[in-house]
């Protein structure tokens, strides 16, 4: 259902290991060809012939979307060449071809990030900061939310874990300051907390969302083994999210709407804008605002000044 992690990494330096999401003992890590195999395979058993512009000569297909050869045509690349990519064999891709598959796929740009991540990792390698090193926010940044007095917000750095957050985004989502530091982790909050759960009116899609960016985010790090014992910790924990993950599906977090029932300020609804840190491209900063004038730019005036 997922990728299994693989064995004989040791545990990255320069982090102070939660007691409640270690590496596992051998320090395994997830497996990065299996995790190319399974999320080309995946991509491209939700395409059809006819949404590609390919004849279907109908008869029984043993599984479902395109054949590999299908795929291979599309993309202007051997039979043979393909198969050992999907297979994750494949050695020294181009940019050039890698971005033929991941148009003949239909790839969206998140997609296509996490293919090259997967199928190029030392390209991306160079110029990326240890996965294991310790989480942390510049004071700077930390002045910069707790200036936004009537702006909820919170960064989330690796493997969706919650390193900061201002007052009002504690009043709003809960009281991050008041948990351990294991929690403090997004897809723990959603598939571990059912109080936190709560919260989003559409618990399903809020869920389906998070484990796209945990995906987006494994493909960034796959030799973090903190990343592989949170994934295997949440695989055991919730068959929600077992599905989801094996769905390889990857998205950004980017912008949208979020519809909240909060505790004390009822149902709100807050549109959210993610903006990624240029000097750390791990870590990102989310804002909550509301239509002005609405109930809900009400609603959280009332619980910036505390007066509920």
């Known amino acids: 259902m997922y990728a299994v992690p693989t064995t004989g990494r040791t545990t990255l330096p320069g982090r102070t290991t939660p007691p409640d999401r270690s590496p596992l003992p051998d320090g395994s890590t997830l497996d990065r060809r ?15 012939p006819q949404d590609v512009g390919l004849p279907d000569h109908g008869g029984r297909r043993r599984v479902p979307g395109l054949r590999r050869e299908e795929l291979a045509q599309l993309a202007g690349v051997s039979v043979a060449y393909y198969v050992r990519l999907e297979q994750g064999r494949g050695r020294n891709v181009s940019t050039a071809v890698l971005d033929a598959v991941a148009t003949a796929l239909r790839l969206t740009p998140a997609e296509r990030d996490h293919l090259s991540h997967l199928a190029r990792p030392a390209s991306h390698r160079l110029r990326r900061p240890s996965a294991g090193r310790a989480q942390r926010i510049r004071p700077a940044l930390q002045q910069l939310l707790d200036a936004m007095e009537n702006v909820p917000g919170y960064v989330i750095g690796q493997r969706l874990d919650i390193i900061g957050w201002n007052r009002l ?12 530091p294991e ?24 869920a389906a969302d998070v484990v796209g960016y945990l995906r987006r985010d494994a493909g960034r790090n796959p030799d973090d083994p903190h990343m592989a014992s949170l994934i295997t910790e ?5 068959a929600e999210f077992r599905r989801l ?25 807050l549109s959210y ?20 004038g609405s109930p809900s730019a009400e609603a959280l005036r009332r619980l910036a000044s505390g007066r509920w």
Do not use: M
């Not at 985004?169 to 351990?180: E, K, N, V």
């Not at 804008?273 to 002005?292: K, N, S, V, W």
């Open 34 to 48: 299996t995790e190319l195999s399974e999320f080309l395979r995946t991509r491209r058993a939700r395409l059809r």
């Open 169 to 180: 985004a504690c009043a709003l989502l809960g009281d991050f300051s008041a948990l351990p």
């Open 183 to 206: 929690r403090r982790n997004l897809a723990r909050r959603i598939f571990l907390d059912p109080v936190a759960r709560e919260l989003y009116e559409n618990g399903p899609a809020k």
């Open 234 to 238: 949440l695989s055991v924990r919730s």
């Open 245 to 269: 993950w094996a769905a390889h599906d990857v998205q950004d977090k980017g912008f949208g709407r979020e519809v909240l029932h909060h505790p004390v300020a009822g149902r709100l609804t």
């Open 273 to 292: 804008e993610t903006l990624t840190l240029p000097a750390d491209p791990d870590q990102q900063l989310i804002t909550y605002h509301a239509e002005p």
